[in-house]
T-cell receptor, first 111, second 112 residues
Framework: NAGVTQTPKFQVLKTGQSMTLQCAQD?????MYWYRQDPGMGLRLIYY???????DKGEVPNGYNVSRLNKREFSLRLESAAPSQTSVYFC??????????FGDGTRLSIL | AQSVTQLDSHVSVSEGTPVLLRCNYS??????LFWYVQHPNKGLQLLLK??????LVKGINGFEAEFKKSETSFHLTKPSAHMSDAAEYFC??????????FGAGTRLFVKA
């Protein structure tokens, strides 16, 4: 009963390094999402994928890229990390008009 | 425009007393509304959902919410707070497309 699985759970990067955050869901959901959560800023949508083969920008896409690898997997890539990208990143999935299901997050620090 | 407003950024209650977390929404469509809870260092967990069936919705851990169209509200209540209820709570609205709008969150403090 895994739901949405995010890896890694924690990561520390240096400015300018790149990395990919992985997300997989086992609920056969069509849509997947990446959010960042910062103190006092609530949840902000970075990118989403309405269905396999499509991706769209959210509120704060600059500095990020995504790949919908297949129906299960949706990855988020930071090409050149910046301290402003220090945050907690959440992946979520949903189907139809149902609620989103969230992973436990990746805590990312960029020095 | 569609929106979700959580009227209190934080609420403090004593253990054993009622909890009320307030949420107002704006939607052009018949809304699908949700409440989530987030405990420290965890993701958002669904508490309950309203999708145009009964207006009083029961969720997990003794929480319930009432959909009031005339007041455009979807307030979350619990008759008796427990220490384990201390967390952040988010009200959310599906937009009719693929996105969900989340409120800014209400942090619930429970005093012993």
């Amino acid at each position: 009963n895994a739901g949405v699985t995010q890896t890694p759970k924690f990561q520390v990067l240096k400015t300018g390094q790149s990395m990919t955050l992985q997300c997989a869901q086992d609920m056969n959901h069509n849509s997947m999402y990446w959010y960042r959560q910062d103190p006092g800023m609530g949840l902000r949508l970075i990118y989403y994928s309405a269905s396999e083969g499509t991706t769209d920008k959210g509120e704060v896409p600059n500095g990020y890229n995504v790949s919908r690898l297949n129906k299960r997997e949706f990855s988020l890539r930071l090409e050149s990390a910046a301290p402003s990208q220090t945050s907690v990143y959440f992946c979520a999935s949903r189907t139809g008009d149902q609620p989103q299901h969230f992973g436990d997050g990746t805590r990312l620090s960029i020095l | 425009a569609q929106s979700v407003t959580q009227l209190d950024s934080h609420v403090s209650v004593s253990e054993g007393t009622p909890v009320l977390l307030r949420c107002n929404y704006s939607s052009s469509y018949s809304p699908s509304l949700f409440w989530y809870v987030q405990h420290p260092n965890k993701g958002l967990q669904l508490l309950l959902k309203y999708t145009s069936a009964a207006t009083l919705v029961k969720g997990i851990n003794g929480f319930e919410a009432e959909f009031k169209k005339s007041e455009t509200s979807f307030h979350l209540t619990k008759p008796s707070a427990h220490m384990s209820d201390a967390a952040e709570y988010f009200c959310a609205l599906n937009t009719g497309g693929f996105k969900t709008i989340f409120g800014a969150g209400t942090r619930l403090f429970v005093k012993a």
